[in-house]
Structure formats: C-alpha cells, structure tokens
C-alpha cells in the first residue's frame, strides 16, 4: 500500500484552544493543586454518569488501587477479573496482597463471561473486576446478580468506557465502584489522571483517605486547632492537580461530540467488512452502545496470507498506525512467576493471537478510515 506522510496512531488526543485557556487560567490562579477545579471535575464527571459520589486520582491504577482498598481487599482474597486487559486491572490486587484469578473471555463480546466468573468462585472470593474491553460495557446487571448472590463486591473497569451505554444507561451507574482513565487516547483526557465513581458513601469517605495519605480531620483534630490533622490509616498521595482537573473539565464538554464520531467511523468500518472473509468486526452486546475506545478486529491469517506480525509491520512501515490489544495478563513474566500458565483461558489466548486493533480516534477523517482498509484490499 502506498505510504501516508504522516503516522496515523491507534488513537491519540484532541486538544483545543479553549482546553489550553481552561489550563492557562488556572496556572494564573491561587490553586495549582488541592484547590475548587478537582472537586468541580469530580462533580462534572458525577453528574454525566448519575452517580452521587466521584473521586479522582493521578492515574486510572492509583484509582483502581484506591477502590479494592475501600473493598476492604486483603491478603488471602482471590479477585476474579479477565486476562484481555492492561496490566493494572490484575496489578490492583496484587497491591493489596489478593490473589487474581483470571476468568476466560466471551468469544463474540472479547469481554469477560459471567459464565466463567460463577466457575472460578471460591470461599476465598472478594471481588469481581469486570473490564469494558475496547468501550463495549460488560454484562454488568448479570454480573451484579452474580456478585449478588455470592456477597461480592464488583470494581468495573471503564478505562475504555467513559460515554458508553448499557440498556439505556451510562457505565458507571451499577457496579459498586467503577474506574474511568483520562490517559491521553482514553475518551477525554487530563493528561493523566483517573476516577472512581460510587453511590456508596463508605466507599466514597475509603477513597477520599486512601489517595491523601490516609491523613483525616478528626474530632480529636478539632479539639486541638484548626492546623491539626492526623493520619489514621497508611494511604498514598495519589491526588490529581487542579491543572489536570482544568483540562479534564473542558474535555468534559466535548466528550459527547468524541464519542458520536468515535461511533460513526466504527460503523464505517463495520459496514466496510461486512462483504470479507478475512476480518471480522467487533461485535457488540445486545441493548449496548460502545465508547470505541479501541476497534479491535480479528485476522483470518490463512486466508491473508501473511502473519499478523508481516500485516504489523507493513501497516506501520506505510504510516498506518496499527496496534495489538492485550497480550493476555498471565502471560507478562511478572504472573508466570508467581505459577500462572499458558493454556488458562484457551478463548483469550486464541482471541489474542488474530487481534488487530486499528486507528480510531476523532480526529480521522471518513477518508482515513477508507485508507486503513485499502490495506486487505
């Protein structure tokens, strides 16, 4: 294929010019960090998803890390999430010293099977990190029924699914807690940065100390004066900056507008497909509308012809920025030492070794979309 003159990225951020003023304005003010943008952010966030609660972090992993803390996860508790995700929706467990049970794949949705989630079930259970793999919310009312019945704790990662639906409803609404990054190809961005959503107030009051330093204004603080304060648990400094929340919150009235283009030129890809027999389109739930974070397609190499590695290499060398969404978790060095093995969950492995994810972000154009594709032509 001939080659673009510039890269083409998996994804990438849109930054305007009054993302810059809303930052701008804010380095001129009193407050750099710990002042009113994050709690306005938080509330912007909150009031998009129907939540009552928010709490943002400096990263979507601190996030995850603070919400198994407010689980109350702890050694000897097993967390059951899926192998098809970035590294840190396992990592959070291990943080606090659980155990990851990784539960096999839906072969249509690539997201985790509840089915699968009710077989790895143990005494030893604390918690379920489902993860709305690519933008496309898991089954989360099954999910919730399943933790339901078991007295589980259900942590959502929607790293990829800020924006999205699930029967009506946006992501974030159901599951105990739910994570959404603003990492630079993530829906909207703060440069880094993330947050958890929650109805519960516990939870929310667990969140606000572990990301301070587990430091608190108590009764005993008042009592002393207004300049005492006392660390009543080991928590972290994982707060985001009133610089990022600045961002965040004029990426936030833009969010609608990334995700209705994210979602047009998916259907364009999607229709473009329809008459191959090489590739096949993400498929999506029923009664659900994905964020397209990712598009994620499967290779039939055989019939291509070529490896996916050749097809890697020669998109990228022609500019086309491709990419490969995720090697499963248990296969990183760090989990086959601690005994995890290849062969875990047979459907992620065979779904990760003809998984290609293409460009998609609101920046391209139909045209981009069209040369992409010119590719398996």
């Not at 999205?164 to 190809?185: E, I, Q």
């Not at 060095?333 to 460009?359: D, H, V």
Request: glycine share 6%.
């Amino acid at each position: 294929m001939k080659k673009r003159n510039d890269f083409l990225p998996y994804s990438k951020q849109w930054i305007s010019n009054e993302d810059i003023e809303a930052v701008i304005e804010t380095l001129k003010s009193p407050f750099l960090t710990t002042g009113p943008k994050v709690k306005e952010f938080e509330d912007a966030i909150a009031d998009y998803v129907g939540a009552k609660y928010a709490v943002s972090f400096a990263n979507g992993t601190a996030a995850l890390h603070g919400a198994c803390y407010a689980a109350g996860i702890t050694d000897g508790d097993e967390v059951i999430t899926t192998p098809i995700t970035f590294a840190a929706s396992a990592n959070c467990a291990r943080y606090m010293g659980a155990t990851v049970v990784f539960a096999d794949i839906d072969e249509q949705t690539y997201n985790i099977d509840p089915s699968e989630i009710e077989k790895n079930i143990t005494d030893k259970t604390k918690a379920i990190i489902p993860v709305d793999f690519t933008g496309q919310p898991v089954d989360i009312d099954r999910i919730m029924k399943i933790a339901k019945e078991h007295d589980l704790i259900v942590i959502e990662d929607g790293a990829h699914s800020l924006g999205a639906d699930y029967k009506n409803r946006k992501v974030g609404l159901t599951a105990d807690m739910t994570m959404f990054s603003f990492h630079p190809v993530k829906p909207i961005t703060t440069g880094e940065g993330g947050v958890i959503v929650t109805n519960n107030k516990e939870y929310y009051e667990k969140l606000l100390l572990f990301r301070g330093h587990g430091i608190s204004h108590t009764p005993y603080s008042e009592e002393q004066g207004g300049w005492y304060y006392e660390m009543i648990d080991l928590g972290y400094n994982y707060r985001m900056t009133d610089i990022q929340a600045a961002l965040g919150i004029s990426q936030m009235k833009k969010l609608d507008t990334f995700i209705g283009k994210r979602r047009e030129l998916a259907s364009i890809y999607t229709k473009k497909m329809e008459n191959t027999d090489t590739l096949t389109a993400p498929y999506q739930l029923e009664n659900t509308k994905s964020g397209w974070h990712l598009y994620s397609i499967q290779l039939d190499t055989e019939k291509l012809g070529k490896s996916r590695k050749k097809i890697f290499e020669e998109m990228r060398a022609a500019n086309i920025g491709v990419h490969v969404h995720y090697i499963p978790v248990y296969w990183h060095p760090y989990y086959q030492s601690l005994g995890y093995e290849r062969g875990l969950c047979p459907k992620a492995e065979k779904w990760y070794e003809n998984a290609l994810t293409l460009p998609l972000h609101p920046k391209m154009s139909n045209e981009d979309v069209e040369e992409v594709l010119s590719y398996f032509k």
